[in-house]
């Protein structure tokens, strides 16, 4: 009886755990000044036992978080070393390699004192506004110009915060009241998850974390294996063409399912590319793990054991472990693709489980407005950055169609329009579904979407672009047809590059199609009904509904009608 | 004839229409079930009844308040008119593409929310504002022209007009209204500047549709509902309670019925942010279970905590994002799918799951022996001796103890190598856990420390888990007031009449315009006042002003209340302190040279609500005399106790009774843990305290 109430406090734990570190995301989220935290969601916060095993991670926007938070814990402690954790410090990084993958993102760990002795961390990560070097984007050549580099260390020294550092991080950022401000952000979250971590062991009377951790990465590890070892062992291998910088990049990708474990290595994928949309090896492993997670063991919790038996490796330097002094920050561009890759490999190995390829990256561009220079500004014309995410479509699933302007496997939230508009002399004229831009297929992918960007009357500005997609679109799986490819262009028709800056007069606009999710399945076999739907709310137009569905010219003209009389087919 | 001192208080749920006759200080209520092909059958019927038990006649009644999830319902239900949106061009798929995200990471398998109306439903016209109000392309009179014969050849019945930064220049909306309403009279419109005259398109559009989508269907009912009345010899105007815990006319409710949605958990709340005037507590957590989902609200001040945007109609295990947002002034409330009814099961770590999947009323739980074999929150709670088998709902429903096990046995023990009454036990526990845990994460994000905090429970499950969620959340006092199972009526005659108007006017304290600010105050202060006083003729109306402020940059506001005297006189310095003040309140630190921005005003015009008689407290009388002993597990002390149990109808003011014990009533049983006291209060509720 005793074991069996014992069983049922400690589920009780561990539920308290994980909504320890969701209280800790969503201080963060009310708290911080980066868009990138609260419309993308680009945080994390975890709750870790004193070896630095993740107990439990809040589940937010971005898994590009996932094994790189599990990780730095790590890292901390081989750094810092347990003779110098004292009680009331506060440790900070921004290391791209021991934190989450860039300059930007910024991770604060704070060990948990209970009684005098240390019985656990806390630890947090978001992207700020700022870093310094170049800015936010791909045109580095090293991570020296990308930004101040900040090893692990004391952001404070049992409850002194080093002004020093302070001083160093306002004197080398754009926005220093902000980028400090979500220092701070960041500390306070760690504070108020410590506070709930001592509530809850007074509650339950506890001295140390050992049993409660046992408990969580025993039953994850079990039920992970069990997962696993129910797949066949199989190896396959698989890749994806995708347009990189300069020059395309090939994501190679071999899975071997072993007992107790997979293994995902990246042999043969292409080398570091000169600018900045390399990936250490944390945040690629991070993505392919979420893929592998999502298809195999969704409803499992991020911990230290459930994370384990995925074992992601890739040759050093190629572009997907890329090392120091590889410039980084734009490392979410082959980033966000390596799911697509990884099902690649997969669906050899689980058929009729994982989606068609999709949009994958998202679609964000960065515009810097100022007062037009070629003739007279007006005098109220200003300098503004807007910074916008955007998604394309998603891949049609096995048995459904893909999602339509909604980012996999980023968790992106858009901002409003209007809201973008008050951010800078920015107008968006377009922000709209793409018709027949989703693969056809028995399922059909998502579509993506179309938009365009102006400048209000007087001003200029440089448009930087972050996409993919453009040469190599969204391939189907099983029959299904690709999605429609990226096109960049000016209100003129003449191209624009995909990736970097590029200037725009006043008066001149930027129109955009974002990519649409492929298909799955042969067109042939989708249900007729779903094809009338698609015609009627316009999602294909006529000719693709005869080309590719196979409609007759008679049930083309009877859906017009339906259309017309504002019929809900 | 009619008497203002007798009032009626009607609330149609999903399953029960609740109606409430108040004469002085004596209540009648009756419950009946909803008659979903003509809710007012229900509330005629019940309004005989409780007429009856009163010995007036109806028109006698001086005044009816009304709340309804009717409009919740068809929006969930999709059961709307036939209705067209006209948007900006360029902007046809804002309500389907919503925030492009993804409520669920890891379901590769997610179905994202239908918006309410189909793509071939949404037309455009060519034209825009800029965010700063002006003109950029005027609107085509030709074009608007043309789509009004689209609009009249397709038949449609309603239309939504949602444009491009209208909350701030509402000239094309309204042109393209008039220009429709002069070709197709008997046309139902909604124009977006109107019905939310907010910035956010999406959240703007959806609403505007929302509104347009129920208009026709609540228009006619409440004109039917109006001539029941009438029939019944009930001549004084019919009131509305809205989402934001006031009540508005008739002719209001039917110009923007989407202000109705949420309307009974709101009387909720009203009923609970009254017995804390009565009790003069400024901080008290309402929560209200039920049989499917639980609800909690923050109520400060006497006031119940508001918002300015909700979601309804969530459609994935209430995740926040896969409903649609209404923004509306709102009571905020968590909801969260743990009632009676919740079911559990064991998931792949092997740790009990409960709800929100629940068994509903039919089959029900299992111990209702009417074929449920999942166990669910109540077969829990009568394994565990919370329920008395034999007196479950008055004696209406014999509980089957055997089926409860079975259930618990079969899915949760033999799994977990756990006995029944662990197993119940564990159930009960994660439950508890998960409302506890809400309601953690809601105190968090409003920067409140619970354990400062008294909770006020209601709902027919609410007494059960009420005693355990408070010891879990450091609450050291809990209250479960008389009449609790018809709250939200109650909370109808509580309410006053009250119009919140809001716009959104962006400004920077750096770039503060007095002038601007004093106008927008008084315009929104002329336009809730004038919506009151359609209700309220003479009493004298008081207007709330608050502002909602941000950092420069920040995604999400904080609403600041704004004296009337700075309302009036406003002054940059004010506004930065008011501010500042509240934002260390929630997080806890200001934040140096950073610009503020004020996104969001709005005026709540109010009337007074009589002042809440306070109750005098009384002190320790009689111990109330036990009718009987029960065994009942009490998961503070982890062991089976010996629980005294008393009746509560014969409970004297003053008498109390220290737990373990269960005061049992007709509709539910108050959990009194080992850890608690119990005292009868002069108004019936029963107040209860850590002991000792």
Known sequence: MTDQIHAVSHQVMWNRLISVVEEQAQALIRTAFSTSVREAGDLSAGVYDTKGQMLAQAVTGTPGHVNAMAESVGHFIRRIGYENILEKDIYVTNDPWEGTGHLHDITVVTPSFYQGSLVGFLACTAHVVDIGGRGFGADANSIYEEGLYIPIMKFAKQGEVDQTLIHLIRSNVREPDQVVGDFYALATCNEVGHQRLIDMMKEFHLTDLNGIANFILENSRRATLERINALPRAQASGSMRIDGYSTPVDIQVSLDIQQDRILCDFDGTSGLDKKGINVPLVYSKAYACYALKCAIAPEIPNNAASLAPFEITAPENTIVNALPPAPVALRHVIGHMIPDAVYNALDKILPDTVPAEGAGTLCNFQVSLRPRTDVQAPEDAVRAEVLTFNSGGSGARPRLDGMSATAFPSGVMTMPVEATEHTGPVIIWRKELRPDSGGAGKYRGGLGQYMEVGATDGHEFDFSAMFDRVDHPARGRQGGKSGAATVVQRADGTPMKGKGKQFVGAGDRVKLAFPGGAGYGDPADRNKELVLQDLARGYISSEVAKKDYGLTDTEVDSVAKSVSLGEAI | ?692
């Open chain 2, 1 to 692: 004839m009619s008497d203002p001192s007798i009032r009626l208080g009607v609330d149609i749920g999903g399953t029960f229409t609740d109606v409430v006759l108040e004469m002085g200080s004596n209540q009648y209520s009756t419950k009946l079930l909803t008659t979903y092909t003509a809710p007012d059958d229900a509330i005629i019927e019940g309004t005989k009844r409780v007429c009856a038990q009163a010995g007036i006649k109806p028109s006698q009644i001086g005044q009816v308040i009304h709340g309804t999830t009717l409009a919740t319902n068809a929006l969930i239900e999709r059961r709307g008119a036939k209705t067209a949106l006209i948007t900006t061009q360029g902007f046809r798929d804002v309500i389907e593409m919503r925030s492009e995200s993804r409520f669920e990471q890891y379901d590769l398998n997610l179905t994202l929310p239908e918006p309410l109306l189909p793509r071939q439903q949404r037309y455009t016209l060519e034209e825009r504002i800029s965010a700063k109000g002006e003109v950029l392309i005027a609107l085509n009179v030709a074009e608007v022209d043309a789509l009004a014969e689209q609009i009249k050849s397709a038949g449609y019945e309603s239309v939504a007009i949602g444009l491009m930064h209208s909350y701030l220049n509402s000239d094309h909306e309204t042109q393209v209204r008039d220009s429709l309403a002069a070709k197709l009279p008997g046309l139902s419109i909604s124009i977006s500047s109107e019905v939310s005259p907010q910035m956010r398109e999406y959240e703007r559009f959806n609403t505007v549709v929302a509104n347009a989508y129920i208009k026709p269907m609540m228009k006619s009912y409440l004109g039917r509902l109006g001539a029941r009345f009438k029939d019944e010899g009930v001549l004084q105007p019919i009131f509305l309670m809205h989402s934001g815990g006031g009540i508005i006319s008739i002719e209001s409710a039917a110009e923007f019925p989407v202000r109705l949605v949420e309307s009974g958990p709101a009387g909720g709340a009203v009923f609970a942010a009254h017995i804390a005037a009565k009790y003069g507590l400024d901080k008290v957590l309402s929560f209200d279970m039920g049989g499917t989902t639980a609800k909690i609200c923050l109520i400060k001040n006497k006031t119940p905590k508001t918002s300015r945007v909700f979601e309804v109609a969530r459609t994935y295990r209430f995740k926040k994002g896969s409903g649609m947002p209404i923004s509306i002034p709102v009571i905020d409330m968590v909801e969260i799918g743990a009632g009676g009814g919740s079911l559990a099961h064991v998931d792949a770590m092997r740790q009990i799951r409960v709800g929100p999947e629940s068994a509903g009323s039919e089959p029900g739980p299992a111990c209702y022996g009417r074929g449920g074999d999942q166990p669910a929150v109540t077969d829990a709670d009568l394994v565990l001796g919370k329920l008395d088998a034999d007196n479950f709902a008055g004696g209406s429903i014999q509980l089957q103890t055997a089926n409860a096990e079975a259930a618990l046995k079969s899915v949760l023990g033999e799994s977990l190598g756990m006995d029944v009454h662990t197993a119940a036990y564990g159930l009960a526990e994660v439950v508890d856990e998960n409302m506890a845990n809400a309601a953690r994460v809601h105190a968090v994000e409003n920067g409140e420390d619970l354990a400062e905090y008294t909770m006020i429970a209601f709902g027919g499950a609410a007494p059960l888990h009420a005693g355990r969620l408070c010891e879990k959340l450091g609450v050291d006092r809990l209250l479960i007031p008389a009449g609790a199972g018809v709250g939200s009526a109650i909370g109808f005659l509580r309410a006053p009449f009250s119009f919140e108007a809001n716009r959104s006017v962006y400004m920077k304290l750096s770039a503060f315009n007095t002038k601007v600010i004093k106008n927008i105050f008084a315009d929104l202060e002329a336009e809730a006042t004038a919506f009151v006083r359609t209700c309220d003729a003479t009493g004298e109306i008081f207007a709330e002003f608050k502002a909602y402020m941000r950092y420069a940059g920040q995604g999400e506001e904080i609403p600041i209340i704004v004296g009337a005297e700075q309302a009036a006189h406003p002054d940059a310095a004010s506004f930065l302190q008011l501010f500042e003040t509240d934002y260390i309140n929630l997080f806890g630190r200001a934040v140096d040279g950073m610009d503020v921005e004020i996104t969001v005003w709005s005026v709540n015009a109010t009337t007074r609500v009589e002042n809440a008689i306070a109750v005098n407290l009384s002190s320790k009388g009689e111990r109330a005399s036990a009718s009987g002993k029960r065994k009942i597990f009490d998961p503070g002390v982890s062991e089976t106790t010996d629980a005294c149990v008393v009746l509560r109808d014969q409970l004297q003011t003053g008498s109390w009774v220290a737990g373990p014990a269960a005061i049992t009533e007709d509709e539910t049983t108050i959990i009194v843990p080992s850890s608690r006291t119990a005292i009868r209060q002069s108004d019936g509720c029963i107040d209860i305290t850590t002991t000792g």
